[in-house]
T-cell receptor
Framework: EAQVTQNPRYLITVTGKKLTVTCSQN?????MSWYRQDPGLGLRQIYY???????DKGDVPEGYKVSRKEKRNFPLILESPSPNQTSLYFC?????????????FGNGTRLTVT | QKEVEQDPGPLSVPEGAIVSLNCTYS??????FMWYRQYSRKGPELLMY????GNKEDGRFTAQVDKSSKYISLFIRDSQPSDSATYLC????????????FGKGITLSVRP
């Protein structure tokens, strides 16, 4: 089954404790992206990757890191999480960037930072 | 003016009603228009996809794009409780305008 898999689904952590949210897709997509979704603010892009070893900032990159060492994986790293990073996170992928390549989303990771 | 504006909702309708969801946008370079549906505790999934102006129908769903007015709509006929979800519009262009821009979403509840 074609899918984007995120882990974990739920995560509670404390301020300053480094964490990684994993994302993997099995569709051989070149483009991958991370979003956060907050009430009243909608989906906001954190980082994206056009291909292996090619990453770029989205609209809200502060406090986050990403890497793209393999085509299928695109982990999101929070080096020193803070309470304002409490949110619902989505990883997404598509064959390429652009309107004729709609995104496929994972089922989300709900992160709480206390 | 925000690039994409979507009615904030929430919206509650009785089963069988016709639902109209709308978004307006400001960037005339947008050419690809999408509607995503997001169920509770799930990621958004693509529901409808339209290129440029016109209508597209898929079962009970019709997507409409009016580029002259910079206005898109999603119509749901004979709405069902299973249609209860959050609906997000999204749009993009090409080249320098190829970043996908989302509306904030509207939560629809269909009452049995």
């Amino acid at each position: 089954e074609a899918q984007v898999t995120q882990n974990p689904r739920y995560l509670i952590t404390v301020t300053g404790k480094k964490l990684t949210v994993t994302c993997s897709q099995n569709m051989n997509h070149e483009y991958m992206s991370w979003y956060r979704q907050d009430p009243g603010l909608g989906l906001r892009q954190i980082y994206y990757s056009m291909n292996v070893e090619v990453t770029d900032k989205g609209d809200v990159p502060e406090g986050y890191k990403v890497s793209r060492k393999e085509k299928r994986n695109f982990p999101l790293i929070l080096e020193s999480p803070s309470p304002n990073q409490t949110s619902l996170y989505f990883c997404a992928s598509s064959p390429s960037e652009g309107g004729n390549s709609p995104l496929h989303f994972g089922n989300g990771t709900r992160l709480t930072v206390t | 003016q925000k690039e994409v504006e979507q009615d904030p909702g929430p919206l509650s309708v009785p089963e069988g009603a016709i639902v109209s969801l709308n978004c307006t946008y400001s960037n005339s370079a947008f050419q690809y228009f999408m509607w995503y549906r997001q169920y509770s505790r799930k990621g958004p999934e693509l529901l409808m996809y339209t290129y440029s102006s016109g209508n597209k129908e898929d079962g009970r769903f019709t997507a409409q794009v009016d580029k002259s007015s910079k206005y898109i709509s999603l119509f749901i006929r004979d709405s069902q409780p299973s249609d209860s979800a959050t609906y997000l519009c999204a749009m993009t262009g090409t080249g320098a305008n190829s970043k996908l821009t989302f509306g904030k979403g509207i939560t629809l509840s269909v009452r049995p």
